[in-house]
């Protein structure tokens, strides 16, 4: 090979030696370039406290009125009866006109008074046997507490007309019929408390101070029925609650009289079930059979085991639906 031809190759050997170079750098700076341009995003942030609680809107059940109609759930007893669906006991009696007063309206008067003191005397009898639960009735406490004594024979002596005196001018009679009330500040049920009443208990449900069975039951649940239909139920002023074990699950006597709270009812009688299903303020209540009846009077309420459940650990809710008027008592078939 000539020296001119050497030479020639070897400057095109270094120049494609120069060309590799740059391509070479061309190819770092782009890799450098990319890499610089690729977003880095931090580590998502772990927290280790809870997040706030959010407190759902929770209405609190509101007293109802009465649900069954008065004289629907009664017991008939000679001289009156115990209107248990009407919440009161009454009685009537009657008044001779005297033959041999010459004055009329003294005549008339007097016969008044007269059928007025046989209603209340009937009254009285009648208020005694009313069963309170199921070991004692109002006569036990009566014979027990001379206050209680005193308190019913007021009751009685204050008791209200039923209806105008009913005048019979050709048997020359009158007729008086006298009602009071089985629950409330002037009925026989707030009678029946050693001490006044202290006043009202207080429950701070608004700020989460019911238990949670409670509050579960209240979100679902717009009252309690038992249905007695059938089992030899007997009503009472205050009907207490058991399981079939004998647990007690609830005594409303025990919370209405010594809580501080008088009460406008304890439990509600009523004769069927679409008395209850057609109010709307029970919408969706919870119906449970009585299993069966135990107690000396036979007022308390067994429930079966799997039923109990649903109340177990809810006394708080119990004694609120009591004050409602949320618990009612179906006895008729």
């Known amino acids: 090979m000539k020296p001119q031809d050497e030479g020639e190759s070897k400057q095109q050997d270094s120049g494609v030696q120069q060309l590799w170079y740059v391509v070479l750098c061309l190819g770092f700076l782009l890799t450098v370039g990319c890499a610089a341009s690729v977003t880095v995003r931090p580590a998502p942030v772990v927290r280790t406290e809870p997040p706030p609680a959010v407190e759902t809107p929770f209405e609190l059940p509101t007293p109802v009125g009465p649900i069954s109609a008065p004289g629907q759930v009664e017991e008939l007893l000679p001289g009156?009866?115990?209107?248990?669906?009407?919440?009161?006991?009454?009685?009537?009696?009657?008044?001779?006109?005297?033959?041999?007063?010459?004055?009329?309206?003294?005549?008339?008067?007097?016969?008044?008074?007269?059928?007025?003191?046989v209603a209340q005397r009937n009254l009285l009898e009648i208020v005694k046997g009313v069963r309170v639960d199921s070991d004692t009735r109002v006569q036990d406490f009566m014979a027990e507490h001379d206050s209680v004594y005193q308190r019913i024979e007021g009751?009685?002596?204050?008791?209200?007309?039923?209806?105008?005196?009913?005048?019979?001018?050709?048997?020359g009679t009158v007729e008086i019929a006298l009602e009071c009330d089985l629950y409330g500040e002037a009925g026989v049920a707030n009678a029946l408390a050693p001490l006044p009443a202290s006043g009202p208990v207080s429950r701070d449900v608004g700020s989460g101070g019911l238990s949670l069975p409670a509050h579960e039951f209240l979100r679902q649940y717009s009252g309690l029925v038992f249905d007695g239909g059938g089992v030899g139920l007997k009503p009472a002023l205050f009907p207490k609650l058991y399981d079939d074990s004998g647990a007690l699950l609830l005594d409303p006597r025990e919370y209405l009289l010594y809580a501080g709270t008088a009460g406008t009812y304890a439990v509600q009688y009523v004769g069927t079930l679409a008395q209850v299903l057609a109010r709307p303020e029970f919408e969706q209540p919870l119906v449970l059979a009585v299993k069966e009846v135990r107690g000396k009077l036979g007022t308390d309420i067994v429930l079966a085991r799997?039923?109990?459940?649903?109340?177990r650990g809810?006394?708080?809710?119990?004694?609120l639906l009591v004050e409602t008027g949320r618990i009612l008592v179906k006895l008729s078939r």
Not at 158 to 167: E, T
Not at 306 to 311: G, I, M, T
């Open 80 to 117: 009156g009866a115990i209107d248990w669906s009407g919440k009161t006991v009454r009685a009537r009696g009657t008044g001779v006109l005297d033959p041999g007063n010459s004055n009329r309206d003294l005549a008339w008067q007097m016969a008044e008074r007269a059928a007025t003191i």
């Open 314 to 319: 809810m006394k708080d809710g119990l004694e």
């Open 306 to 311: 799997r039923d109990a459940d649903n109340l």
């Open 155 to 171: 009751l009685v002596k204050g008791a209200r007309l039923r209806s105008p005196a009913r005048y019979d001018s050709l048997g």
